[in-house]
């Protein structure tokens, strides 16, 4: 068996090349694949991999750099990608886990060096810590740009968020914290993710399980045996789940517990999931790890009805609302049954929607909906289809418009209580051509304050 290390940085860390490489073909070692953090450690690596044959290496500028980076800088590496031994654009993207550089500068030289990828048909290798709102928005807002494919390495985002960036196209590789038998991130999404989709590497010469000293590519097929056992150990463990997992999640990224109940004012607002059939442009998830001081981006899975109610308790408040970072009706059954439970406690239900229901569920929904919910505000945002796909960049952009006019008529006709509404940054002109819609419908128009 040979192995492909695809991603180690050379460039001035004091290897013996010659004496190393020998080493590392010895070692079965195959291919290694030399990443750029930097312009000028991306051409010596360019210099290095022309010696040596199964050599190759990525070019970019790493985001704790991208603050010099300058339009000499992106020419530099525009010539780099003609090289015949460049495979890649990176090592590029984010990193928030310190103050700087500021996060807008980072997203700007990510977003320059994706265009370059897209430009020279290469894939990207891309680095992400501590920033999975940001980073996963701008790979589905320029998913154009990835045609060519592109690697979490070191992947950190958790085995809930894993699909996320596989249905854009994305690959993953996993570090040596994913041999560790702490329940660490990573280690939790390496068992889940799919054999054809993933890989396991070491960043020499700085990642563990080889703490405390030099990591080499030539040591990275001893640790392959241990990350296969590390996920089978992981499969053992997710199927007799119990109360030790809560004791776990508070290890979990950041030590922070996924929020799927939270309260603002008088009311419960229940986070059900993160999936969504809208990417609008306006949405208060966009950028943000966290809203009013809640978590919502939900790491270790979606909540079973179960933990909802746990969460929610005797259900002290006025109402319970059905809204978080992703669209409710995604989760038809598990809302509808915490519905019943809410009712128990004689409280009242309502659901913030954007009218998809119907579409994602490929049936009408209204009918289930009767007895179930008290309120349904339906998200208007635009008083025509165009606008609308333009505002909210729908998945379904040839029909979301008219099906969520015929989801709102849907649950007007079964009787149910239910009203678009607007937010009040959209213009007077905007908002009454809004209210003709929703006159047309049959249903009352609300504005609300615009939030974020």
Same mark, same amino acid.
């Given at each position: 068996?040979?192995?492909?290390?695809?991603?180690?940085?050379?460039?001035?860390?004091?290897?013996?090349?010659?004496?190393?490489?020998?080493?590392?073909?010895?070692?079965?070692?195959?291919?290694?694949?030399?990443?750029?953090?930097?312009?000028?450690?991306?051409?010596?690596?360019?210099?290095?991999?022309?010696?040596?044959?199964?050599?190759?290496?990525?070019?970019?500028?790493?985001?704790?750099?991208?603050?010099?980076?300058?339009?000499?800088?992106?020419?530099?590496?525009e010539e780099l990608l003609s090289s015949p031994k460049c495979v890649a654009v990176g090592e590029v993207g984010l990193d928030y886990h310190w103050d700087v550089p500021d996060k807008r500068v980072q997203q700007a030289v990510f977003s320059r060096q994706l265009e370059l990828a897209h430009k020279y048909?290469?894939?990207?290798?891309?680095?992400?810590?501590?920033?999975?709102?940001?980073?996963?928005?701008?790979?589905?807002?320029?998913?154009?740009?990835?045609?060519?494919?592109?690697?979490?390495?070191?992947?950190?985002?958790?085995?809930?968020?894993?699909?996320?960036?596989?249905?854009?196209?994305?690959?993953?590789?996993? /570090?040596?914290?994913?041999?560790? !038998?702490?329940? =660490?991130? %990573?280690? &939790?999404?390496?068992?889940? +993710?799919?054999? #054809?989709?993933?890989?396991?590497?070491?960043?020499?010469?700085?990642?563990?399980?080889?703490?405390?000293?030099?990591?080499?590519?030539?040591?990275?097929?001893?640790?392959?045996?241990?990350?296969?056992?590390?996920?089978?150990?992981?499969?053992?463990?997710?199927?007799?789940?119990?109360?030790?997992?809560?004791?776990?999640?508070?290890?979990?990224?950041?030590?922070?517990?996924?929020?799927?109940?939270?309260?603002?004012?008088?009311?419960?607002?229940?986070?059900?999931?993160?999936?969504?059939?809208?990417?609008?442009?306006?949405?208060?998830?966009?950028?943000?790890?966290?809203?009013? /001081?809640?978590?919502?981006?939900? !790491?270790?899975? =979606?909540? %079973?009805? &179960?933990?909802?109610?746990? +969460?929610?308790? #005797?259900?002290?408040?006025?109402?319970?609302?059905?809204?978080?970072?992703?669209?409710?009706?995604?989760?038809?059954?598990?809302?509808?049954?915490?519905?019943?439970?809410?009712?128990?406690?004689?409280?009242?239900?309502?659901?913030?929607?954007?009218?998809?229901?119907?579409?994602?569920?490929?049936?009408?929904?209204?009918?289930?909906?009767?007895?179930?919910?008290?309120?349904?505000?339906?998200?208007?945002?635009?008083?025509?289809?165009?606008?609308?796909?333009?505002?909210?960049?729908?998945?379904?952009?040839?029909?979301?418009?008219?099906?969520?006019?015929?989801?709102?008529?849907?649950?007007?006709?079964?009787?149910?209580?239910?009203?678009?509404?607007?937010?009040?940054?959209?213009?007077?002109?905007?908002?009454?051509?809004?209210?003709?819609?929703?006159?047309?419908?049959?249903?009352?128009?609300?504005?609300?304050?615009?939030?974020?």
């Amino acid at each position: 068996m040979s192995f492909l290390d695809v991603h180690a940085h050379f460039a001035e860390e004091g290897y013996d090349i010659p004496a190393e490489w020998q080493k590392i073909g010895a070692a079965g070692v195959a291919r290694v694949i030399l990443a750029g953090d930097t312009l000028a450690h991306s051409r010596m690596h360019r210099d290095l991999s022309a010696q040596y044959e199964g050599m190759y290496f990525t070019a970019g500028v790493h985001p704790s750099e991208a603050a010099a980076f300058d339009e000499g800088t992106l020419a530099g590496i525009e010539e780099l990608l003609s090289s015949p031994k460049c495979v890649a654009v990176g090592e590029v993207g984010l990193d928030y886990h310190w103050d700087v550089p500021d996060k807008r500068v980072q997203q700007a030289v990510f977003s320059r060096q994706l265009e370059l990828a897209h430009k020279y048909r290469l894939p990207v290798q891309i680095h992400s810590r501590d920033c999975f709102a940001d980073m996963f928005a701008m790979l589905r807002e320029r998913r154009e740009l990835l045609s060519d494919g592109f690697l979490m390495h070191c992947y950190s985002h958790g085995a809930a968020n894993l699909d996320a960036f596989a249905a854009l196209g994305g690959y993953f590789s996993f /570090g040596g914290v994913a041999c560790f !038998k702490m329940p =660490e991130t %990573s280690g &939790r999404a390496c068992a889940p +993710a799919p054999r #054809s989709a993933s890989s396991r590497r070491r960043t020499a010469p700085i990642s563990p399980p080889c703490a405390g000293r030099r990591t080499r590519p030539r040591t990275f097929p001893s640790s392959s045996p241990a990350s296969h056992s590390c996920g089978e150990r992981r499969r053992r463990r997710s199927r007799r789940r119990s109360c030790k997992t809560q004791k776990h999640s508070l290890q979990s990224w950041d030590k922070i517990m996924d929020t799927y109940v939270y309260r603002i004012g008088k009311n419960l607002y229940v986070n059900l999931t993160n999936r969504c059939s809208n990417r609008c442009t306006f949405c208060v998830r966009n950028g943000k790890d966290t809203f009013e /001081g809640y978590h919502l981006w939900l !790491k270790d899975g =979606e909540p %079973s009805a &179960r933990q909802v109610e746990e +969460a929610l308790g #005797s259900c002290d408040c006025d109402e319970v609302v059905f809204c978080g970072f992703g669209e409710p009706t995604y989760r038809l059954a598990t809302m509808l049954e915490v519905c019943d439970y809410v009712h128990l406690l004689g409280k009242k239900t309502r659901l913030n929607t954007n009218g998809h229901g119907s579409i994602i569920n490929e049936r009408d929904i209204a009918p289930e909906l009767v007895g179930k919910l008290d309120g349904i505000n339906i998200s208007l945002n635009a008083s025509n289809a165009k606008l609308y796909e333009k505002l909210c960049r729908p998945l379904y952009p040839d029909m979301a418009f008219d099906s969520m006019l015929f989801f709102a008529q849907a649950c007007r006709e079964n009787g149910l209580n239910c009203w678009f509404s607007v937010v009040d940054c959209i213009g007077e002109p905007e908002v009454e051509a809004c209210r003709a819609v929703a006159e047309r419908v049959g249903i009352p128009l609300r504005v609300r304050p615009m939030i974020g």
